[in-house]
């Protein structure tokens, strides 16, 4: 694993060409809502996905991560060129991807404890049970090992979920707001814990949050508008700015 | 909705009104969303099996009861030894009946040549109600031809062939019947009510019924059985048979088609048993369609009401607009269902009406009624509860989605559906006993193959953690949707296992209608053979290759004494009339009980249990009447219960002026239907021998070797040689015909079971495919989900079979000896089949139903469900 991450780092990790979306309404009308999006993230960076509520940033990172198709375009993901892909090679491709859900998803009839073993026990892994508790310790849920998702407040949901991302070891990791429903601190304490595995184990982090501290603590922060991704330069002195001036 | 309305009493009504508006708003724009197919399918299909069913039954019922009155004579036959009043006959023709008057007696007829004693028959126009008579062109040739409603006319005799040959007569001679003489018309081969008058063993001559009087024969005290034949509709019948019958007296026999079957009684009640056995099986298919159907439709809508509830509607106004919605929608598709099975049982008899060996009536309106009706019983029995549960749903479930539905009612849910279930069989089948039996069937089935999964369950749970990664994922998966999974199991097993009873005992009854006629079947019967040619008899018989019985001894007494006193006063009242105590009966002896006897009371004689006849009871005989033996005697049940005989009553019967007494040791269930030589009396051997006797013997000659019986005529003149292939060859016609009627329903009980199983699959996919959807976005392969769903299904569909097995072995014992009387054995088949075809049904359908799993990008899944 760490042979094949220190290849990556080459690389771009993720990279799209004049990537679209379009869907139809029950009224069969077509909305669009990627219209063409260029980008490239490369190996063990952290980048921010910042846009109004319905911009399609949840969209756009289900694309990313292999779990939709496009309408049109490409994405290359580990230089995989994911259009080109059945649905098995997709799968295949997304073994080195974490995701978690901005609705969660867990499996509600799981605890805590098999939600997060689950990944790992799929990919073979014999050591699943002490893993899985290592990273409900990590996000601070050793107590609720055995509590099923509907007996979880949201937080905790969404601390599962993020337990569940991590335990797969990703290559990258997509989030889609995952300090949406946690207080300051505890939220606090889960970005860490994404930086903390962006550096040590190289981990690519993409987030999508409305969060900007979380933004400003990324590399890279993108804003998606009118179906079109703009990259923010990097400014650390004016944050508020450049939160003000994504969002014009 | 009671507390909706109380809260806004001031627009009570107005609140009733929009919630049916509400209630037509919703339907549409549910409709619209795709959540209410999957119900108004179950619906639907429901009520058109139900409805198939139902019309099939019918018309397949209405078929074999014209046979069955083909074989009576009439739909209703009033029997009577004496003349019956003229008013009785015309209540019956203003009620709009078909009456048509007949006699039958036992009159000696001469020819210039010879004198045979026949059996004459005198019948008026209309005669026959149901079918035709037979006539043959000549002597040589005896293939019946229909008469074409024609009957003889005053002056015209027409006999069967065997009295020709009897009087050395042939067509065209005269003939002389008490003081009349007739002109020998036709030859009769085929009498299509012969099989009532079975025991007359002289042959026949037809005439005309004002013929009577001028013979003469027919004076007070002479044996006469009048024969009124009826027919008519349903309810013409049923008016007029509630008004005849408290002017009946004990001498008349009142006979109705539907209630007393010729016989063929017992296959044709199997066969009507079998029908409404395969129509309840539908209905219990459907309920458990619908049940799941509603289920998931109220599962999908908690949070909907929910919802609505935090936002001021309380829960109750949304579940009673959601069951106001599912009452328009339960009418117009069972009104869709009760037209598509119309539709389909028209266009079925159809395609096969030329391999139907008769025509099938129309099917009556009942159906329509019975289909809808079941339609809705069925939603409020099965798909009510969920929705009542939806009206409990807390507002609170909005935050905490641990607030499921309360599960505690489930007792309603199965108590409802318990109640609709009975309500239904009770009306399916009008039958207290069936009622019972199903229903106890069902609950035991219900109850132990829930405690039988539950236990299994848990054993998976003990032993998946031990197990490689997939099948742990599957038990895991399995175990934590107990709650879902437990139904599933149980509705599959139920689907199954209605559709296995129906097989089997389509099998058995099959089975044993072959039995009741095989094809080498005795069709003739040889009686009055003398004791000193019998020997010979035999010998020609061999000599011929015919196969043949053993020759049967019997003596004729007639039933003098019961408890040593008069017979005729120690039986009930209502049973003065039997004829069996105003004939000679015929006894026999045994020493092993004869085939297809079964022994219901007392015990089978063996030489131990002949020596050890209590002493006292034979001290006791002795004294009543000094020289006589107390001899064991084995009863037939039916003469038993006709005149409350019992273990252990005596009997005297009196054989020209010599009396032997006997006490009854045991009684025994004889096969009337099967056409072997059978004895109302029997006793063990050393008893009877000395006693005056003739011998009795059945065989069987194949069409080609009929030369035999003028030969048989010759040799043996004192026999009495009697032809059954007529009556044998109807009853042939009615097995066959409800043969294919157990065939058809069979068919489409399998069909619909299949259909709905695989619905019923279908209907608990929700879950799998978010959760195969889920798995693959945690990096899971296709082949991954694909063996851990399919263990899943395999496990499910075995589980199921297992309780069908189960189930219908239970079932089928209990409906076997108390509804088929037909002996139950374990049939080794089912416990491979059952099982495997359950795994096998379950896992494609479900490998089917979740084959976009890994087809389609997993964002695409979790969004459609
Ligand atoms: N399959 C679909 N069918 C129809 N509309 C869709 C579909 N997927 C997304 N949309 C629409 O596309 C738009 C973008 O959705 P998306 O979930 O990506 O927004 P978002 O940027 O994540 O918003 P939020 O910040 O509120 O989560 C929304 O208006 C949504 O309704
Ligand atoms: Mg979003």
């Given at each position: 694993?760490?042979?094949?991450?220190?290849?990556?780092?080459?690389?771009?990790?993720?990279?799209?060409?004049?990537?679209?979306?379009?869907?139809?309404?029950?009224?069969?009308?077509?909305?669009?809502?990627?219209?063409?999006?260029?980008?490239?993230?490369?190996?063990?960076?952290?980048?921010?996905?910042?846009?109004?509520?319905?911009?399609?940033?949840?969209?756009?990172?289900?694309?990313?991560?292999?779990?939709?198709?496009?309408?049109?375009?490409?994405?290359?993901?580990?230089?995989?060129?994911?259009?080109?892909?059945?649905?098995?090679?997709?799968?295949?491709?997304?073994?080195?991807?974490?995701?978690?859900?901005?609705?969660?998803?867990?499996?509600?009839?799981?605890?805590?404890?098999?939600?997060?073993?689950?990944?790992?026990?799929?990919?073979?892994?014999?050591?699943?049970?002490?893993?899985?508790?290592?990273?409900?310790?990590?996000?601070?849920?050793?107590?609720?090992?055995?509590?099923?998702?509907?007996?979880?407040?949201?937080?905790?949901?969404?601390?599962?979920?993020?337990?569940?991302?991590?335990?797969?070891?990703?290559?990258?990791?997509?989030?889609?707001?995952?300090?949406?429903?946690?207080?300051?601190?505890?939220?606090?304490?889960?970005?860490?814990?994404?930086?903390?595995?962006?550096?040590?184990?190289?981990?690519?982090?993409?987030?999508?949050?409305?969060?900007?501290?979380?933004?400003?603590?990324?590399?890279?922060?993108?804003?998606?508008?009118?179906?079109?991704?703009?990259?923010?330069?990097?400014?650390?002195?004016?944050?508020?700015?450049?939160?003000?001036?994504?969002?014009? | 909705m009671?507390?909706?309305?109380?809260?806004?009493?001031?627009?009570?009504?107005?609140?009733?009104?929009?919630?049916?508006?509400?209630?037509?708003?919703?339907?549409?724009?549910?409709?619209?969303?795709?959540?209410?197919?999957?119900?108004?399918?179950?619906?639907?299909?429901?009520?058109?099996?139900?409805?198939?069913?139902?019309?099939?039954?019918?018309?397949?019922?209405?078929?074999?009861?014209?046979?069955?009155?083909?074989?009576?004579?009439?739909?209703?036959?009033?029997?009577?030894?004496?003349?019956?009043?003229?008013?009785?006959?015309?209540?019956?023709?203003?009620?709009?009946?078909?009456?048509?008057?007949?006699?039958?007696?036992?009159?000696?007829?001469?020819?210039?040549?010879?004198?045979?004693?026949?059996?004459?028959?005198?019948?008026?126009?209309?005669?026959?109600?149901?079918?035709?008579?037979?006539?043959?062109?000549?002597?040589?040739?005896?293939?019946?031809?229909?008469?074409?409603?024609?009957?003889?006319?005053?002056?015209?005799?027409?006999?069967?062939?065997?009295?020709?040959?009897?009087?050395?007569?042939?067509?065209?001679?005269?003939?002389?019947?008490?003081?009349?003489?007739?002109?020998?018309?036709?030859?009769?081969?085929?009498?299509?009510?012969?099989?009532?008058?079975?025991?007359?063993?002289?042959?026949?001559?037809?005439?005309?019924?004002?013929?009577?009087?001028?013979?003469?024969?027919?004076?007070?005290?002479?044996?006469?059985?009048?024969?009124?034949?009826?027919?008519?509709?349903?309810?013409?019948?049923?008016?007029?048979?509630?008004?005849?019958?408290?002017?009946?007296?004990?001498?008349?026999?009142?006979?109705?088609?539907?209630?007393?079957?010729?016989?063929?009684?017992?296959?044709?009640?199997?066969?009507?048993?079998?029908?409404?056995?395969?129509?309840?099986?539908?209905?219990?298919?459907?309920?458990?369609?619908?049940?799941?159907?509603a289920a998931?439709?109220a599962?999908?809508?908690?949070?909907?009401v929910?919802?609505?509830?935090?936002?001021?509607?309380?829960a109750q106004?949304m579940g009673g607009?959601y069951q106001?919605?599912l009452?328009?929608?339960?009418?117009?598709?069972?009104?869709?269902?009760?037209?598509?099975?119309?539709?389909?049982?028209?266009?079925?008899?159809?395609?096969?009406?030329?391999?139907?060996?008769?025509?099938?009536?129309?099917?009556?309106?009942?159906?329509?009624?019975?289909?809808?009706?079941?339609?809705?019983?069925?939603?409020m029995g099965f798909a009510s509860a969920p929705l009542m549960q939806l009206k409990q749903v807390?507002?609170?479930?909005?935050?905490?989605?641990?607030?499921?539905m309360a599960?505690?009612s489930s007792?309603l849910v199965?108590g409802l559906?318990?109640?609709?279930?009975?309500?239904?069989?009770?009306?399916?089948?009008?039958?207290?006993?069936?009622?019972?039996?199903?229903?106890?069937?069902?609950?035991?089935?219900?109850?132990?193959?829930?405690?039988?999964?539950?236990?299994?369950?848990?054993?998976?749970?003990?032993?998946?953690?031990?197990?490689?990664?997939?099948?742990?994922?599957?038990?895991?998966?399995?175990?934590?949707?107990?709650?879902?999974?437990?139904?599933?199991?149980?509705?599959?097993?139920?689907?199954?296992?209605?559709?296995?009873?129906?097989?089997?005992?389509?099998?058995?009854?099959?089975?044993?209608?072959?039995?009741?006629?095989?094809?080498?079947?005795?069709?003739?019967?040889?009686?009055?053979?003398?004791?000193?040619?019998?020997?010979?008899?035999?010998?020609?018989?061999?000599?011929?290759?015919?196969?043949?019985?053993?020759?049967?001894?019997?003596?004729?007494?007639?039933?003098?004494?019961?408890?040593?006193?008069?017979?005729?006063?120690?039986?009930?009242?209502?049973?003065?009339?039997?004829?069996?105590?105003?004939?000679?009966?015929?006894?026999?002896?045994?020493?092993?009980?004869?085939?297809?006897?079964?022994?219901?009371?007392?015990?089978?004689?063996?030489?131990?249990?002949?020596?050890?006849?209590?002493?006292?009871?034979?001290?006791?005989?002795?004294?009543?009447?000094?020289?006589?033996?107390?001899?064991?005697?084995?009863?037939?049940?039916?003469?038993?219960?006709?005149?409350?005989?019992?273990?252990?009553?005596?009997?005297?019967?009196?054989?020209?002026?010599?009396?032997?007494?006997?006490?009854?040791?045991?009684?025994?269930?004889?096969?009337?239907?099967?056409?072997?030589?059978?004895?109302?009396?029997?006793?063990?051997?050393?008893?009877?021998?000395?006693?005056?006797?003739?011998?009795?013997?059945?065989?069987?000659?194949?069409?080609?070797?009929?030369?035999?019986?003028?030969?048989?005529?010759?040799?043996?003149?004192?026999?009495?040689?009697?032809?059954?292939?007529?009556?044998?060859?109807?009853?042939?016609?009615?097995?066959?015909?409800?043969?294919?009627?157990?065939?058809?329903?069979?068919?489409?009980?399998?069909?619909?079971?299949?259909?709905?199983?695989?619905?019923?699959?279908?209907?608990?996919?929700?879950?799998?495919?978010?959760?195969?959807?889920?798995?693959?976005?945690?990096?899971?392969?296709?082949?991954?989900?694909?063996?851990?769903?399919?263990?899943?299904?395999?496990?499910?569909?075995?589980?199921?079979?297992?309780?069908?097995?189960?189930?219908?072995?239970?079932?089928?014992?209990?409906?076997?000896?108390?509804?088929?009387?037909?002996?139950?054995?374990?049939?080794?088949?089912?416990?491979?089949?059952?099982?495997?075809?359950?795994?096998?049904?379950?896992?494609?359908?479900?490998?089917?139903?979740?084959?976009?799993?890994?087809?389609?990008?997993?964002?695409?899944?979790?969004?459609?469900?």
């Amino acid at each position: 694993m760490n042979a094949s991450a220190s290849d990556v780092t080459l690389n771009s990790v993720i990279r799209t060409e004049n990537l679209c979306r379009t869907v139809t309404d029950a009224d069969q009308q077509a909305l669009h809502i990627l219209k063409g999006i260029d980008f490239q993230i490369n190996a063990g960076e952290s980048a921010a996905i910042l846009g109004s509520s319905g911009a399609g940033k949840s969209t756009l990172l289900g694309l990313l991560a292999g779990l939709d198709q496009s309408s049109s375009g490409e994405i290359w993901l580990n230089n995989q060129p994911m259009s080109q892909l059945s649905e098995e090679q997709r799968a295949q491709a997304r073994q080195q991807v974490g995701f978690v859900f901005q609705s969660f998803q867990l499996l509600e009839h799981l605890t805590a404890l098999e939600n997060v073993m689950l990944p790992l026990e799929l990919s073979g892994d014999t050591d699943y049970q002490a893993k899985a508790r290592k990273w409900l310790d990590n996000v601070g849920l050793s107590h609720r090992l055995k509590h099923y998702p509907r007996q979880l407040s949201g937080g905790e949901q969404q601390r599962v979920a993020i337990a569940r991302a991590f335990a797969g070891d990703p290559v990258v990791l997509f989030a889609d707001e995952p300090t949406g429903n946690l207080d300051s601190n505890t939220g606090q304490s889960i970005i860490d814990l994404l930086f903390s595995l962006n550096r040590d184990q190289g981990t690519t982090l993409v987030l999508v949050t409305h969060d900007e501290a979380l933004a400003q603590r990324c590399q890279r922060r993108f804003y998606l508008q009118d179906g079109k991704l703009n990259e923010q330069v990097q400014n650390d002195s004016e944050p508020e700015d450049t939160a003000t001036g994504g969002l014009l | 909705m009671t507390t909706a309305v109380s809260e806004r009493s001031k627009q009570g009504n107005k609140v009733r009104v929009s919630s049916w508006q509400m209630a037509m708003r919703l339907l549409g724009r549910e409709w619209r969303s795709g959540d209410l197919n999957l119900l108004a399918w179950a619906l639907i299909l429901a009520v058109m099996t139900v409805a198939l069913t139902a019309f099939l039954a019918d018309r397949l019922q209405r078929g074999m009861e014209q046979q069955a009155a083909q074989l009576m004579g009439g739909d209703l036959v009033l029997r009577s030894p004496r003349a019956i009043p003229d008013d009785w006959l015309d209540k019956a023709r203003t009620e709009g009946l078909t009456v048509v008057p007949t006699m039958e007696f036992p009159s000696m007829v001469a020819s210039d040549t010879g004198f045979q004693l026949s059996a004459v028959k005198a019948v008026s126009s209309g005669y026959p109600l149901k079918g035709q008579l037979g006539l043959a062109a000549s002597m040589e040739d005896l293939a019946p031809i229909d008469s074409a409603g024609r009957l003889p006319v005053s002056g015209e005799v027409w006999v069967e062939p065997r009295l020709l040959s009897a009087l050395n007569a042939s067509v065209g001679d005269e003939i002389e019947i008490g003081q009349m003489l007739f002109r020998i018309r036709e030859l009769v081969v085929k009498e299509p009510d012969r099989g009532g008058g079975f025991m007359s063993f002289n042959p026949r001559a037809l005439i005309n019924f004002t013929d009577v009087p001028a013979t003469q024969v027919v004076q007070p005290g002479s044996r006469v059985t009048f024969r009124i034949l009826f027919a008519g509709q349903p309810d013409q019948i049923d008016r007029f048979k509630a008004w005849l019958e408290p002017e009946l007296e004990p001498a008349h026999r009142l006979l109705d088609v539907r209630q007393d079957r010729p016989s063929v009684g017992t296959a044709l009640d199997r066969a009507q048993r079998y029908l409404q056995l395969t129509s309840i099986g539908a209905v219990i298919l459907s309920g458990v369609a619908v049940a799941m159907a509603a289920a998931r439709f109220a599962r999908r809508r908690q949070d909907t009401v929910a919802v609505m509830a935090s936002l001021g509607h309380t829960a109750q106004l949304m579940g009673g607009i959601y069951q106001r919605m599912l009452l328009v929608l339960g009418l117009i598709a069972s009104l869709m269902g009760a037209c598509l099975g119309y539709v389909l049982q028209a266009s079925g008899i159809s395609l096969i009406a030329d391999l139907l060996p008769v025509y099938l009536p129309p099917a009556s309106w009942q159906p329509w009624l019975l289909a809808t009706g079941t339609g809705l019983l069925l939603l409020m029995g099965f798909a009510s509860a969920p929705l009542m549960q939806l009206k409990q749903v807390s507002p609170l479930r909005v935050f905490r989605r641990d607030l499921d539905m309360a599960t505690p009612s489930s007792a309603l849910v199965y108590g409802l559906a318990l109640v609709a279930l009975v309500l239904l069989v009770f009306w399916y089948c009008g039958d207290l006993m069936l009622t019972l039996w199903l229903t106890l069937g069902l609950i035991l089935v219900l109850v132990l193959s829930a405690l039988i999964t539950l236990g299994l369950f848990r054993v998976l749970k003990v032993v998946g953690p031990r197990l490689p990664s997939r099948p742990r994922l599957a038990i895991r998966s399995l175990y934590s949707h107990k709650q879902t999974a437990l139904p599933q199991v149980m509705a599959f097993g139920l689907v199954l296992m209605v559709v296995a009873l129906v097989a089997l005992i389509r099998n058995d009854l099959l089975v044993s209608w072959q039995q009741q006629l095989p094809d080498s079947a005795p069709n003739h019967f040889a009686i009055n053979i003398q004791p000193y040619e019998k020997d010979q008899f035999a010998a020609t018989l061999d000599k011929a290759g015919v196969e043949r019985s053993p020759l049967y001894p019997m003596v004729r007494a007639r039933l003098e004494l019961i408890n040593g006193r008069p017979a005729l006063e120690m039986v009930p009242e209502e049973s003065r009339e039997y004829n069996a105590l105003h004939r000679e009966l015929n006894l026999s002896w045994r020493s092993t009980l004869p085939d297809q006897n079964v022994v219901i009371d007392g015990q089978w004689w063996d030489n131990e249990s002949l020596m050890t006849l209590p002493a006292s009871k034979q001290a006791e005989g002795q004294g009543d009447q000094a020289g006589q033996t107390i001899i064991p005697m084995s009863l037939e049940s039916g003469m038993a219960e006709h005149l409350a005989l019992g273990m252990g009553d005596q009997l005297t019967f009196n054989l020209a002026g010599y009396r032997i007494t006997g006490e009854v040791v045991n009684i025994r269930r004889v096969n009337w239907d099967n056409f072997q030589p059978n004895f109302y009396v029997l006793t063990p051997p050393g008893v009877l021998e000395t006693l005056p006797q003739t011998l009795l013997a059945s065989f069987y000659l194949p069409e080609g070797n009929r030369d035999l019986v003028p030969e048989l005529v010759r040799q043996f003149p004192a026999v009495s040689l009697l032809d059954i292939g007529q009556i044998l060859a109807q009853v042939r016609q009615i097995l066959e015909q409800v043969t294919l009627a157990v065939e058809v329903m069979l068919g489409f009980t399998l069909l619909c079971g299949l259909i709905l199983l695989l619905a019923a699959v279908r209907n608990s996919l929700d879950d799998r495919l978010r959760e195969g959807a889920l798995y693959r976005t945690l990096g899971a392969s296709g082949a991954q989900i694909r063996q851990i769903q399919m263990i899943e299904f395999v496990l499910l569909g075995v589980l199921a079979g297992g309780l069908a097995l189960m189930g219908s072995e239970l079932t089928a014992s209990l409906l076997y000896r108390n509804l088929f009387e037909l002996e139950y054995s374990l049939s080794l088949s089912h416990w491979l089949v059952l099982p495997v075809s359950g795994g096998v049904i379950i896992t494609l359908a479900g490998m089917w139903g979740t084959r976009h799993v890994i087809q389609l990008p997993p964002l695409q899944v979790l969004r459609a469900g």
